[in-house]
């Protein structure tokens, strides 16, 4: 059994997915596989920052031209002289001040107006010189890392594959409709892991289930998943009970144990599987809260190494009491507020409740309890874009 950082260090540590070349618009939220490095210098040539007037030698300055922006001026060569330029536009070789529009005056084809403090165009490499690294291997590309790779002249980034999910359901006891009665309970984990995974970044490709609680249709089921993804992520079966059939269909189609479960409350019978051809299988508990703790703490890295990304934990402060789980990492569902991360209630390993209000969990150590005005790491739940933290009211 794993501690709970070992056992996410060792699902990061994956080889990552091979890379492919995209096109800028098809780029956003892929995971660059190369660093982003400038082409040219930024700006690649003097460019001014304003309407206005660039000119040499003392004023008035005698119009002799206009340099608008797309163009490749001819150098500025006498004193005395001055073309009108746009923003945007190249500033000529031989100018030795700008003097804006506004504060300018014209009279008689020459131009008198004091240049600003600072000078009004920017230089060769001022954002950034030829070959900077701006944006390391690892990072999500986001619409500002697009600008800016067209800023610097890429068509193409190279980034990480797509990881390919398929989520199996099993358990012969779960509806997929309906109200829960006579023994069987409602089916909550088939509608929101996928969700989960989308948030994580991953492709679902392929959901079904219930699966039938025998081995044969295990590993029916495990055989045909893998043919369409990179990850296959299962719910129940991860003990060794009379109808829990993961385990055996592992082994009979030669999977070998990444994680075979973890020191950590709740969800400790949790599991990845290293498949054939590179494939892997993430076995989450069927119980709902234990599902999503075994999903935060391995799949989230998994899927965070095969897309090629580091995986780090902010830290918080614990604006209340949190007990701790004698020699077990304790995951403790939490919102976040002005006092810091509050623990919640119905927090239970089959409720459901407090995960929907928690904004992710406070990581509370082996051995220790969390004590309020303490800092403690903090598994997030993903956002999507736009979304801040803080779920429904209780």
């Given at each position: ?238 003990m060794h009970g009379p109808v829990d ?71 918080v402060v614990l604006g209340a009491p ?73």
């Amino acid at each position: 059994m794993l501690s709970w950082h070992e056992a996410r260090a060792a699902c990061a540590a994956v080889p990552a997915l091979p890379a492919e070349d995209v096109p800028l618009a098809g780029a956003d939220g892929r995971v660059l596989a190369e660093p982003l490095v400038t082409l040219t210098d930024l700006p690649a040539f003097p460019t001014s920052s304003v309407d206005g007037w660039a000119g040499r030698g003392e004023q008035p300055w005698r119009i002799t031209g206009r340099v608008l922006a797309g163009y490749d001026p001819e150098p500025l060569a006498e004193d005395g002289t001055c073309v009108e330029i746009a923003t945007g536009a190249s500033v000529p070789d031989g100018v030795e001040a700008i003097v804006r529009v506004e504060d300018s005056t014209v009279a008689d084809g020459h131009v008198t107006g004091s240049p600003r403090p600072a000078r009004d165009w920017r230089d060769v490499g001022e954002e950034a010189a030829k070959g900077e690294v701006l944006i390391p291997a690892g990072s999500v590309v986001t619409p500002g890392v697009i600008g800016l790779a067209a800023h610097c002249g890429y068509t193409t980034l190279s980034v990480r594959a797509r990881v390919r999910v398929a989520v199996l359901v099993f358990g012969d006891e779960l509806l997929t409709d309906g109200l829960p009665g006579a023994g069987r309970v409602r089916d909550a984990l088939g509608p929101q892991v996928p969700a989960w995974l989308d948030r994580l970044g991953a492709s679902v490709e392929y959901i079904h289930g219930p699966v039938e609680d025998t081995l044969e249709a295990h590993v029916s089921a495990l055989a045909a998943a893998l043919e369409r993804a990179d990850v296959v992520c299962t719910t129940g079966g991860t003990m060794h009970g009379p109808v829990d059939h993961l385990h055996p269909a592992l082994a009979e189609l030669g999977g070998s144990y990444v994680v075979n479960t973890v020191k950590v409350r709740p969800g400790f019978p949790m599991l990845v599987a290293a498949m054939p051809g590179g494939k892997y299988v993430a076995g989450l508990p069927g119980n709902p809260q234990s599902a999503i703790v075994a999903l935060m703490s391995l799949v989230q890295p998994l899927l965070a190494g095969l897309s090629g990304r580091p995986v780090s934990l902010p830290r918080v402060v614990l604006g209340a009491p949190v007990p701790g789980r004698g020699d077990y990492t304790h995951l403790a569902l939490a919102r976040l507020g002005e006092g810091g991360a509050v623990p919640l209630r119905h927090a239970g390993s089959a409720m459901l409740r407090g995960l929907a209000q928690a904004d992710g969990f406070a990581v509370i150590p082996g051995g220790e309890t969390g004590t309020p005005g303490h800092e403690v790491e903090f598994l997030p739940f993903p956002l999507l874009p736009g979304e801040s933290t803080g779920g429904p009211s209780s």
